[in-house]
Protein backbone atom coordinates (compact mmCIF):
# COMPACT_ATOMS: atom_id res chain seq x y z
CA UNK A 1 0.00 0.00 0.00
CA UNK A 2 1.28 3.54 -1.09
CA UNK A 3 2.09 5.88 1.42
CA UNK A 4 -1.25 8.56 2.29
CA UNK A 5 -1.83 10.78 0.22
CA UNK A 6 -2.31 14.88 1.02
CA UNK A 7 -5.14 16.46 -0.48
CA UNK A 8 -5.92 20.51 0.30
CA UNK A 9 -8.30 18.98 3.17
CA UNK A 10 -6.03 16.89 4.36
CA UNK A 11 -4.40 13.50 3.60
CA UNK A 12 -6.20 9.86 2.88
CA UNK A 13 -5.06 6.70 2.70
CA UNK A 14 -6.14 4.35 0.27
CA UNK A 15 -6.44 0.34 -0.08
CA UNK A 16 -5.20 -2.47 -2.85
CA UNK A 17 -7.78 -2.88 -6.09
CA UNK A 18 -7.96 -6.52 -6.68
CA UNK A 19 -4.57 -6.36 -8.82
CA UNK A 20 -2.52 -4.72 -6.20
CA UNK A 21 -0.68 -2.39 -8.43
CA UNK A 22 -3.46 -0.36 -8.47
CA UNK A 23 -4.57 1.62 -5.40
CA UNK A 24 -7.71 2.45 -4.44
CA UNK A 25 -9.18 5.83 -2.76
CA UNK A 26 -13.29 5.35 -2.14
CA UNK A 27 -15.66 8.35 -0.36
CA UNK A 28 -13.08 11.70 -0.83
CA UNK A 29 -15.32 14.62 -0.18
CA UNK A 30 -14.24 17.42 -2.97
CA UNK A 31 -16.77 19.60 -1.63
CA UNK A 32 -18.56 20.62 1.60
CA UNK A 33 -21.84 18.85 2.54
CA UNK A 34 -24.87 20.75 0.65
CA UNK A 35 -26.94 20.92 3.38
CA UNK A 36 -29.00 23.51 5.37
CA UNK A 37 -27.83 27.13 4.82
CA UNK A 38 -25.89 25.32 1.75
CA UNK A 39 -28.65 23.56 -0.04
CA UNK A 40 -29.01 25.34 -3.65
CA UNK A 41 -25.58 27.27 -3.12
CA UNK A 42 -22.32 26.47 -5.02
CA UNK A 43 -20.44 24.05 -3.94
CA UNK A 44 -17.96 25.31 -1.34
CA UNK A 45 -14.64 23.67 -0.49
CA UNK A 46 -14.30 20.39 1.91
CA UNK A 47 -13.88 20.61 5.23
CA UNK A 48 -10.43 19.64 6.38
CA UNK A 49 -10.13 16.79 8.36
CA UNK A 50 -7.71 16.02 11.06
CA UNK A 51 -4.83 13.37 10.90
CA UNK A 52 -5.35 10.14 7.84
CA UNK A 53 -8.78 9.63 6.61
CA UNK A 54 -9.34 6.00 5.37
CA UNK A 55 -10.63 5.88 1.68
CA UNK A 56 -12.21 2.57 2.00
CA UNK A 57 -15.62 3.21 1.18
CA UNK A 58 -18.04 4.72 -1.15
CA UNK A 59 -19.89 8.02 -0.23
CA UNK A 60 -23.50 7.80 0.35
CA UNK A 61 -26.01 8.49 -2.62
CA UNK A 62 -26.98 11.73 -3.53
CA UNK A 63 -31.11 11.75 -2.73
CA UNK A 64 -32.94 9.69 -5.84
CA UNK A 65 -35.55 7.94 -6.45
CA UNK A 66 -35.54 4.42 -4.70
CA UNK A 67 -34.63 3.06 -1.23
CA UNK A 68 -33.34 6.22 1.43
CA UNK A 69 -32.82 3.74 4.48
CA UNK A 70 -30.34 0.77 4.75
CA UNK A 71 -28.42 -0.16 1.45
CA UNK A 72 -29.94 -2.34 -1.21
CA UNK A 73 -28.95 -4.38 -3.77
CA UNK A 74 -25.17 -3.25 -1.96
CA UNK A 75 -25.81 0.18 -2.99
CA UNK A 76 -24.80 3.07 -0.42
CA UNK A 77 -27.22 4.79 1.90
CA UNK A 78 -28.93 7.91 0.61
CA UNK A 79 -28.24 11.36 2.19
CA UNK A 80 -27.42 14.81 1.16
CA UNK A 81 -24.24 14.49 2.23
CA UNK A 82 -23.39 13.02 -1.07
CA UNK A 83 -20.25 15.07 -2.63
CA UNK A 84 -17.62 12.73 -2.49
CA UNK A 85 -15.40 11.36 -5.37
CA UNK A 86 -12.76 7.80 -6.02
CA UNK A 87 -9.78 7.69 -7.21
CA UNK A 88 -8.30 4.25 -9.03
CA UNK A 89 -4.32 4.94 -9.52
CA UNK A 90 -2.07 2.75 -10.77
CA UNK A 91 0.76 5.25 -10.23
CA UNK A 92 4.14 4.99 -8.11
CA UNK A 93 6.84 7.26 -6.98
CA UNK A 94 6.74 11.40 -8.88
CA UNK A 95 4.31 9.73 -12.08
CA UNK A 96 2.43 12.04 -14.00
CA UNK A 97 -0.31 10.05 -15.80
CA UNK A 98 -3.56 10.51 -18.16
CA UNK A 99 -7.06 11.33 -15.79
CA UNK A 100 -10.00 10.19 -17.16
CA UNK A 101 -12.99 11.84 -15.02
CA UNK A 102 -16.37 9.77 -15.41
CA UNK A 103 -19.81 11.43 -15.18
CA UNK A 104 -22.63 8.89 -14.38
CA UNK A 105 -26.00 8.93 -16.30
CA UNK A 106 -29.71 8.89 -14.93
CA UNK A 107 -31.57 12.14 -16.50
CA UNK A 108 -30.06 14.19 -14.32
CA UNK A 109 -32.44 12.06 -11.58
CA UNK A 110 -30.34 8.79 -10.72
CA UNK A 111 -27.21 7.87 -10.58
CA UNK A 112 -23.81 7.54 -9.03
CA UNK A 113 -19.68 7.08 -9.18
CA UNK A 114 -20.37 3.93 -7.04
CA UNK A 115 -21.69 1.75 -9.69
CA UNK A 116 -19.44 -1.44 -10.21
CA UNK A 117 -20.01 -1.32 -13.77
CA UNK A 118 -17.83 1.82 -13.59
CA UNK A 119 -15.48 0.57 -11.46
CA UNK A 120 -11.96 1.94 -12.52
CA UNK A 121 -9.45 -0.42 -11.77
CA UNK A 122 -9.25 -2.12 -15.14
CA UNK A 123 -8.73 0.91 -16.67
CA UNK A 124 -6.32 2.18 -14.13
CA UNK A 125 -4.19 -1.20 -15.43
CA UNK A 126 -3.69 0.50 -18.74
CA UNK A 127 -1.99 3.51 -17.27
CA UNK A 128 -5.05 5.82 -16.55
CA UNK A 129 -5.88 7.41 -13.14
CA UNK A 130 -9.52 7.17 -12.92
CA UNK A 131 -11.96 9.21 -11.11
CA UNK A 132 -16.15 8.95 -10.58
CA UNK A 133 -18.14 10.79 -8.16
CA UNK A 134 -22.06 11.71 -6.91
CA UNK A 135 -23.40 14.78 -7.78
CA UNK A 136 -26.57 16.51 -6.71
CA UNK A 137 -29.80 15.38 -8.75
CA UNK A 138 -33.14 16.27 -9.09
CA UNK A 139 -34.49 19.26 -7.66
CA UNK A 140 -31.36 19.10 -5.59
CA UNK A 141 -29.27 19.89 -8.19
CA UNK A 142 -31.10 21.55 -10.16
CA UNK A 143 -34.31 23.99 -8.69
CA UNK A 144 -34.23 27.32 -9.95
CA UNK A 145 -36.56 30.06 -8.50
CA UNK A 146 -36.58 33.89 -8.46
CA UNK A 147 -35.71 33.90 -5.11
CA UNK A 148 -32.69 31.60 -5.21
CA UNK A 149 -31.15 33.72 -8.02
CA UNK A 150 -31.96 36.86 -6.20
CA UNK A 151 -29.67 35.49 -3.71
CA UNK A 152 -27.03 34.77 -6.24
CA UNK A 153 -24.37 36.90 -6.96
CA UNK A 154 -24.60 36.13 -10.86
CA UNK A 155 -28.45 36.53 -10.52
CA UNK A 156 -28.43 32.48 -11.22
CA UNK A 157 -29.88 29.42 -9.92
CA UNK A 158 -30.52 25.74 -10.98
CA UNK A 159 -27.11 24.33 -12.17
CA UNK A 160 -26.13 23.00 -8.99
CA UNK A 161 -25.48 19.47 -10.29
CA UNK A 162 -23.13 20.78 -12.79
CA UNK A 163 -21.54 23.19 -10.42
CA UNK A 164 -20.37 20.41 -8.70
CA UNK A 165 -18.97 18.69 -11.89
CA UNK A 166 -16.71 22.05 -11.84
CA UNK A 167 -15.97 21.80 -8.17
CA UNK A 168 -14.76 18.01 -9.10
CA UNK A 169 -12.53 19.05 -12.18
CA UNK A 170 -11.22 22.39 -10.02
CA UNK A 171 -9.84 19.37 -7.22
CA UNK A 172 -8.55 17.37 -9.57
CA UNK A 173 -6.97 19.98 -10.94
CA UNK A 174 -5.54 21.04 -7.27
CA UNK A 175 -4.79 17.58 -6.19
CA UNK A 176 -4.16 14.51 -8.62
CA UNK A 177 -1.03 15.03 -8.74
CA UNK A 178 -0.40 13.29 -5.69
CA UNK A 179 -2.41 10.47 -7.04
CA UNK A 180 -0.04 9.92 -9.81
CA UNK A 181 -2.71 12.04 -12.22
CA UNK A 182 -1.16 15.09 -14.71
CA UNK A 183 -3.48 18.15 -14.26
CA UNK A 184 -2.29 18.75 -17.63
CA UNK A 185 -3.85 15.27 -19.14
CA UNK A 186 -7.97 15.51 -18.25
CA UNK A 187 -10.29 13.97 -20.05
CA UNK A 188 -14.10 14.11 -18.78
CA UNK A 189 -16.16 11.72 -20.15
CA UNK A 190 -19.79 10.35 -18.98
CA UNK A 191 -23.00 8.53 -20.79
CA UNK A 192 -26.58 9.24 -21.57
CA UNK A 193 -26.79 12.58 -18.68
CA UNK A 194 -23.30 11.80 -17.70
CA UNK A 195 -22.37 13.04 -21.78
CA UNK A 196 -24.79 15.96 -21.26
CA UNK A 197 -23.30 17.25 -18.79
CA UNK A 198 -19.71 16.93 -20.80
CA UNK A 199 -21.36 18.94 -23.61
CA UNK A 200 -22.72 21.49 -21.03
CA UNK A 201 -19.09 21.65 -19.54
CA UNK A 202 -17.65 22.05 -22.99
CA UNK A 203 -20.04 24.77 -23.58
CA UNK A 204 -19.00 26.42 -19.83
CA UNK A 205 -16.50 29.27 -19.46
CA UNK A 206 -16.44 27.78 -15.31
CA UNK A 207 -14.85 24.79 -16.77
CA UNK A 208 -12.45 26.48 -19.47
CA UNK A 209 -8.88 25.16 -18.92
CA UNK A 210 -9.94 22.41 -16.27
CA UNK A 211 -10.26 19.82 -19.07
CA UNK A 212 -8.24 18.69 -22.02
CA UNK A 213 -10.38 16.05 -23.97
CA UNK A 214 -13.97 14.94 -23.72
CA UNK A 215 -16.10 11.77 -24.52
CA UNK A 216 -20.29 12.31 -24.83
CA UNK A 217 -21.57 8.41 -25.02
CA UNK A 218 -25.10 9.03 -26.18
CA UNK A 219 -24.97 12.03 -27.13
CA UNK A 220 -23.71 14.82 -29.02
CA UNK A 221 -26.32 15.97 -31.47
CA UNK A 222 -26.71 19.14 -33.86
CA UNK A 223 -28.47 22.68 -32.89
CA UNK A 224 -31.13 21.65 -35.40
CA UNK A 225 -32.26 17.70 -33.99
CA UNK A 226 -35.55 17.68 -31.79
CA UNK A 227 -33.85 14.96 -29.81
CA UNK A 228 -31.62 17.55 -28.28
CA UNK A 229 -35.01 18.77 -26.58
CA UNK A 230 -35.69 15.94 -24.70
CA UNK A 231 -33.02 13.73 -24.13
CA UNK A 232 -30.10 14.32 -20.89
CA UNK A 233 -28.79 17.10 -24.17
CA UNK A 234 -32.13 19.11 -23.14
CA UNK A 235 -31.93 22.62 -21.36
CA UNK A 236 -34.14 25.03 -19.98
CA UNK A 237 -33.94 28.93 -20.11
CA UNK A 238 -33.75 30.97 -17.11
CA UNK A 239 -36.67 32.20 -17.35
CA UNK A 240 -38.77 29.01 -17.84
CA UNK A 241 -36.80 27.52 -15.30
CA UNK A 242 -37.94 29.97 -12.45
CA UNK A 243 -41.19 29.67 -13.50
CA UNK A 244 -41.29 26.03 -12.89
CA UNK A 245 -39.66 26.05 -9.63
CA UNK A 246 -41.72 28.57 -8.30
CA UNK A 247 -44.76 26.46 -9.13
CA UNK A 248 -43.09 23.48 -7.57
CA UNK A 249 -42.00 25.76 -4.42
CA UNK A 250 -45.57 26.32 -3.95
CA UNK A 251 -47.24 22.73 -4.58
CA UNK A 252 -44.47 21.94 -1.46
CA UNK A 253 -45.58 24.59 0.51
CA UNK A 254 -42.55 26.71 0.33
CA UNK A 255 -42.77 30.61 -0.31
CA UNK A 256 -39.47 31.32 0.12
CA UNK A 257 -35.39 29.88 -0.14
CA UNK A 258 -35.77 29.55 3.69
CA UNK A 259 -38.70 27.09 3.95
CA UNK A 260 -37.30 25.68 0.60
CA UNK A 261 -34.44 24.78 2.66
CA UNK A 262 -36.30 23.39 5.73
CA UNK A 263 -37.71 20.64 3.61
CA UNK A 264 -36.22 17.19 4.28
CA UNK A 265 -34.39 16.40 1.31
CA UNK A 266 -37.10 13.05 1.43
CA UNK A 267 -39.97 15.13 0.41
CA UNK A 268 -38.13 16.68 -2.75
CA UNK A 269 -38.13 13.43 -4.21
CA UNK A 270 -41.75 13.59 -4.70
CA UNK A 271 -41.12 16.20 -7.50
CA UNK A 272 -38.01 14.66 -8.86
CA UNK A 273 -39.72 12.52 -11.55
CA UNK A 274 -42.23 15.68 -12.78
CA UNK A 275 -42.01 15.90 -17.05
CA UNK A 276 -41.71 19.88 -18.68
CA UNK A 277 -44.35 19.54 -20.74
CA UNK A 278 -43.77 22.91 -22.31
CA UNK A 279 -41.11 21.75 -24.91
CA UNK A 280 -42.30 20.79 -28.04
CA UNK A 281 -40.07 17.46 -29.39
CA UNK A 282 -42.03 17.02 -32.89
CA UNK A 283 -43.54 13.78 -30.63
CA UNK A 284 -44.87 12.48 -27.47
CA UNK A 285 -41.52 12.15 -25.66
CA UNK A 286 -40.59 15.02 -23.02
CA UNK A 287 -37.32 16.05 -21.08
CA UNK A 288 -37.54 15.66 -16.74
CA UNK A 289 -38.08 18.78 -15.02
CA UNK A 290 -35.24 19.01 -13.70
CA UNK A 291 -32.18 19.97 -16.06
CA UNK A 292 -29.44 21.88 -16.70
CA UNK A 293 -30.38 25.96 -17.33
CA UNK A 294 -28.83 28.18 -18.96
CA UNK A 295 -28.59 30.88 -16.98
CA UNK A 296 -25.98 33.65 -18.86
CA UNK A 297 -23.48 32.41 -16.01
CA UNK A 298 -22.35 28.35 -16.11
CA UNK A 299 -23.90 28.26 -19.12
CA UNK A 300 -23.85 31.63 -20.90
CA UNK A 301 -26.00 30.12 -24.50
CA UNK A 302 -27.34 27.51 -25.93
CA UNK A 303 -25.70 24.84 -28.58
CA UNK A 304 -26.40 27.00 -31.69
CA UNK A 305 -25.42 30.50 -30.27
CA UNK A 306 -22.43 28.52 -28.40
CA UNK A 307 -21.03 26.82 -31.56
CA UNK A 308 -21.78 29.79 -34.05
CA UNK A 309 -19.43 32.31 -32.00
CA UNK A 310 -16.85 29.79 -30.81
CA UNK A 311 -17.87 29.94 -27.13
CA UNK A 312 -17.12 26.15 -26.68
CA UNK A 313 -13.93 25.23 -24.81
CA UNK A 314 -11.83 24.17 -27.44
CA UNK A 315 -11.00 20.01 -26.74
CA UNK A 316 -10.35 17.41 -28.41
CA UNK A 317 -13.56 15.08 -28.69
CA UNK A 318 -14.88 11.51 -28.83
CA UNK A 319 -18.34 10.84 -29.63
CA UNK A 320 -21.02 8.23 -30.66
CA UNK A 321 -24.52 6.75 -29.69
CA UNK A 322 -25.93 2.88 -30.04
CA UNK A 323 -27.63 0.55 -32.41
CA UNK A 324 -30.22 0.59 -29.92
CA UNK A 325 -31.16 3.35 -28.26
CA UNK A 326 -33.53 6.86 -29.21
CA UNK A 327 -36.00 4.69 -29.92
CA UNK A 328 -34.20 1.62 -32.33
CA UNK A 329 -34.77 -1.68 -30.70
CA UNK A 330 -34.26 -5.11 -31.57
CA UNK A 331 -36.27 -6.92 -34.09
CA UNK A 332 -36.79 -9.55 -30.86
CA UNK A 333 -38.26 -7.00 -29.36
CA UNK A 334 -41.11 -5.99 -31.47
CA UNK A 335 -43.67 -8.73 -31.01
CA UNK A 336 -43.09 -7.83 -27.26
CA UNK A 337 -43.87 -3.69 -27.48
CA UNK A 338 -46.89 -4.33 -29.46
CA UNK A 339 -48.24 -6.42 -26.91
CA UNK A 340 -47.60 -3.77 -24.05
CA UNK A 341 -48.47 -0.68 -26.34
CA UNK A 342 -45.16 0.27 -27.08
CA UNK A 343 -42.36 1.38 -25.12
CA UNK A 344 -42.64 2.51 -21.35
CA UNK A 345 -42.95 6.45 -21.20
CA UNK A 346 -40.97 8.61 -18.56
CA UNK A 347 -38.88 11.44 -18.53
CA UNK A 348 -36.24 11.44 -21.59
CA UNK A 349 -37.53 8.41 -23.04
CA UNK A 350 -37.56 8.42 -26.79
CA UNK A 351 -41.10 7.02 -28.69
CA UNK A 352 -40.71 3.40 -30.27
CA UNK A 353 -42.85 2.70 -32.96
CA UNK A 354 -43.46 -0.87 -34.06
CA UNK A 355 -46.63 -0.28 -35.96
CA UNK A 356 -47.25 0.89 -39.25
CA UNK A 357 -50.23 3.47 -37.93
CA UNK A 358 -47.62 4.32 -35.48
CA UNK A 359 -45.22 4.76 -37.97
CA UNK A 360 -47.27 6.76 -40.07
CA UNK A 361 -48.82 9.00 -37.59
CA UNK A 362 -45.81 9.99 -36.11
CA UNK A 363 -44.23 10.56 -39.28
CA UNK A 364 -46.74 13.03 -39.82
CA UNK A 365 -46.34 15.19 -36.43
CA UNK A 366 -42.99 15.36 -36.90
CA UNK A 367 -41.69 15.80 -40.25
CA UNK A 368 -44.91 18.00 -41.42
CA UNK A 369 -44.07 18.80 -44.92
CA UNK A 370 -41.49 16.79 -45.39
CA UNK A 371 -43.16 13.87 -43.90
CA UNK A 372 -44.03 11.60 -47.60
CA UNK A 373 -40.71 12.49 -48.15
CA UNK A 374 -39.63 10.48 -45.31
CA UNK A 375 -42.19 7.83 -45.73
CA UNK A 376 -40.39 7.05 -49.02
CA UNK A 377 -37.09 7.20 -47.54
CA UNK A 378 -38.80 4.55 -44.68
CA UNK A 379 -41.66 2.77 -46.24
CA UNK A 380 -43.56 -0.04 -44.27
CA UNK A 381 -46.33 -2.25 -45.85
CA UNK A 382 -46.99 -4.26 -42.20
CA UNK A 383 -45.87 -3.32 -38.72
CA UNK A 384 -43.34 -5.42 -38.70
CA UNK A 385 -41.74 -3.31 -41.95
CA UNK A 386 -42.77 -0.55 -39.97
CA UNK A 387 -40.72 -1.16 -36.87
CA UNK A 388 -37.72 -1.71 -39.46
CA UNK A 389 -38.37 1.31 -40.96
CA UNK A 390 -38.39 3.15 -37.91
CA UNK A 391 -34.95 1.28 -36.58
CA UNK A 392 -33.50 2.61 -39.81
CA UNK A 393 -34.72 6.34 -39.54
CA UNK A 394 -33.70 6.36 -35.44
CA UNK A 395 -30.29 5.32 -36.54
CA UNK A 396 -29.61 7.36 -39.53
CA UNK A 397 -31.30 10.03 -37.60
CA UNK A 398 -28.56 9.91 -34.78
CA UNK A 399 -25.62 9.05 -37.17
CA UNK A 400 -26.39 12.38 -38.97
CA UNK A 401 -27.05 14.55 -36.16
CA UNK A 402 -23.76 13.57 -34.55
CA UNK A 403 -21.80 14.26 -38.14
CA UNK A 404 -23.24 17.63 -38.18
CA UNK A 405 -22.61 18.60 -34.90
CA UNK A 406 -18.72 17.44 -35.10
CA UNK A 407 -18.68 19.68 -38.15
CA UNK A 408 -20.27 22.49 -36.59
CA UNK A 409 -17.88 22.15 -33.54
CA UNK A 410 -14.34 22.54 -35.56
CA UNK A 411 -16.13 25.50 -37.36
CA UNK A 412 -14.35 26.85 -34.31
CA UNK A 413 -12.41 24.28 -32.62
CA UNK A 414 -8.83 22.61 -33.30
CA UNK A 415 -9.99 19.04 -32.17
CA UNK A 416 -9.50 16.30 -33.28
CA UNK A 417 -12.59 14.90 -33.10
CA UNK A 418 -13.80 11.28 -33.37
CA UNK A 419 -17.01 9.93 -34.07
CA UNK A 420 -18.33 5.94 -33.55
CA UNK A 421 -21.52 3.82 -33.53
CA UNK A 422 -21.60 0.91 -31.50
CA UNK A 423 -22.85 -1.84 -32.79
CA UNK A 424 -22.10 -5.36 -30.20
CA UNK A 425 -25.88 -6.58 -29.09
CA UNK A 426 -24.46 -7.21 -25.15
CA UNK A 427 -25.25 -10.50 -23.69
CA UNK A 428 -26.24 -8.88 -20.13
CA UNK A 429 -28.86 -7.15 -21.87
CA UNK A 430 -32.41 -9.02 -22.42
CA UNK A 431 -32.96 -9.43 -25.18
CA UNK A 432 -29.22 -9.25 -26.46
CA UNK A 433 -28.96 -5.89 -27.68
CA UNK A 434 -26.56 -2.99 -28.23
CA UNK A 435 -29.11 -0.67 -26.05
CA UNK A 436 -28.26 2.29 -23.82
CA UNK A 437 -25.14 2.20 -22.09
CA UNK A 438 -24.15 -1.19 -23.15
CA UNK A 439 -21.24 0.00 -24.03
CA UNK A 440 -19.62 0.73 -20.46
CA UNK A 441 -18.60 -2.83 -19.55
CA UNK A 442 -16.75 -2.96 -22.60
CA UNK A 443 -15.61 0.91 -22.07
CA UNK A 444 -14.07 -0.31 -18.43
CA UNK A 445 -13.60 -3.60 -19.01
CA UNK A 446 -15.88 -4.76 -16.44
CA UNK A 447 -17.17 -8.28 -17.87
CA UNK A 448 -18.77 -9.55 -14.43
CA UNK A 449 -19.55 -13.35 -14.99
CA UNK A 450 -22.47 -12.78 -12.83
CA UNK A 451 -24.30 -10.25 -14.90
CA UNK A 452 -23.50 -12.47 -18.13
CA UNK A 453 -22.26 -15.05 -19.70
CA UNK A 454 -19.58 -13.51 -21.91
CA UNK A 455 -17.82 -15.19 -24.84
CA UNK A 456 -14.26 -14.90 -25.70
CA UNK A 457 -15.90 -12.21 -28.68
CA UNK A 458 -16.72 -9.97 -25.63
CA UNK A 459 -13.74 -9.82 -23.90
CA UNK A 460 -12.07 -9.23 -27.18
CA UNK A 461 -14.19 -6.50 -27.45
CA UNK A 462 -13.44 -5.02 -24.00
CA UNK A 463 -9.98 -5.14 -24.53
CA UNK A 464 -10.31 -2.73 -27.90
CA UNK A 465 -12.75 -0.62 -26.45
CA UNK A 466 -11.07 0.52 -23.13
CA UNK A 467 -7.78 0.56 -24.89
CA UNK A 468 -9.21 2.94 -27.15
CA UNK A 469 -10.89 5.07 -24.28
CA UNK A 470 -7.24 4.85 -22.73
CA UNK A 471 -5.59 5.98 -25.54
CA UNK A 472 -7.75 9.25 -25.77
CA UNK A 473 -6.90 9.72 -22.35
CA UNK A 474 -3.46 9.35 -23.03
CA UNK A 475 -2.80 11.12 -26.05
CA UNK A 476 -6.01 12.50 -27.87
CA UNK A 477 -6.42 10.10 -30.37
CA UNK A 478 -7.39 6.57 -29.64
CA UNK A 479 -5.09 4.69 -31.98
CA UNK A 480 -3.08 2.93 -30.71
CA UNK A 481 -0.83 -0.53 -31.25
CA UNK A 482 -2.80 -3.75 -32.45
CA UNK A 483 -5.91 -1.71 -32.79
CA UNK A 484 -8.69 -1.69 -36.14
CA UNK A 485 -7.02 1.86 -37.68
CA UNK A 486 -9.90 4.75 -36.23
CA UNK A 487 -10.01 7.66 -38.80
CA UNK A 488 -10.94 11.34 -37.34
CA UNK A 489 -13.62 12.52 -38.42
CA UNK A 490 -13.19 14.61 -41.70
CA UNK A 491 -15.91 16.95 -42.21
CA UNK A 492 -15.56 16.63 -45.79
CA UNK A 493 -16.34 12.78 -45.72
CA UNK A 494 -19.63 11.21 -44.04
CA UNK A 495 -18.15 8.57 -41.94
CA UNK A 496 -18.10 6.87 -38.96
CA UNK A 497 -16.20 4.77 -36.99
CA UNK A 498 -18.34 1.28 -36.15
CA UNK A 499 -16.97 -0.34 -33.01
CA UNK A 500 -18.42 -3.49 -31.44
CA UNK A 501 -19.83 -5.87 -34.09
CA UNK A 502 -16.93 -4.58 -36.53
CA UNK A 503 -14.49 -2.43 -36.26
CA UNK A 504 -13.98 -0.13 -39.26
CA UNK A 505 -15.21 2.54 -40.97
CA UNK A 506 -18.92 3.37 -41.98
CA UNK A 507 -21.30 5.53 -43.65
CA UNK A 508 -23.23 7.76 -41.77
CA UNK A 509 -26.53 7.07 -44.24
CA UNK A 510 -26.77 5.99 -47.83
CA UNK A 511 -26.87 9.49 -49.74
CA UNK A 512 -30.43 10.10 -50.40
CA UNK A 513 -31.06 9.85 -46.55
CA UNK A 514 -28.34 12.26 -45.62
CA UNK A 515 -29.69 14.50 -47.40
CA UNK A 516 -33.12 14.34 -46.40
CA UNK A 517 -31.38 14.64 -42.60
CA UNK A 518 -29.33 17.61 -43.24
CA UNK A 519 -32.43 19.19 -44.94
CA UNK A 520 -35.02 18.06 -42.03
CA UNK A 521 -32.17 19.81 -39.11
CA UNK A 522 -31.66 23.18 -41.24
CA UNK A 523 -35.48 23.39 -41.09
CA UNK A 524 -35.56 23.62 -37.37
CA UNK A 525 -35.20 26.05 -34.98
CA UNK A 526 -31.77 25.15 -33.61
CA UNK A 527 -31.72 24.37 -30.16
Not at 61 to 71: E, F, N
Not at 252 to 257: F, M, N, V
Not at 401 to 409: C, E, G, K, N, P
Not at 416 to 425: E, K, L
Amino acid sequence: MRKPVRTEAGPVEGIPGRDRSVTVFRGIPYAAPPVGELRWRPPEPPVPWRGVRLADSFGPLCPQPGPDGAPAGGRPPMSEDCLHLNVWSPASGTARLPVLVWIHGGGFRTGTGADPRTDGENLARKGVVVVTFDHRLGALGFLATPGLSAESDHGASGNYGLLDCVAVLRWVRDNIAGFGGDPARVTVAGQSAGAGAVNFLAMSPLAGGLFHRAVAQSHARCPGDPELRYLSTSYRTARDAERAGDRVAAALGARSPRELRALPWQSLLAVGDLVDDTVETGSDARPPLFRPVVDGWVLPEGYARTYDTGGQNDVAYLAGGNLDESGAVPEASFAALRAAGGAVRRPGAPPVHVTVADHVAAARRKYGAMAEEFLALYPAATDDEAARAANRAVRDNARVSTHLWARRWLAHGSGPVHTYFWTHRSPAESPPRAGHGSEIDYVFGNLDPARAAWTAEDRDIARIMSSYWANFARTGDPNGPGLPRWRAYDPGAPAVMEVGHGFGGAPVAEPAALDFWERFFASRQPW
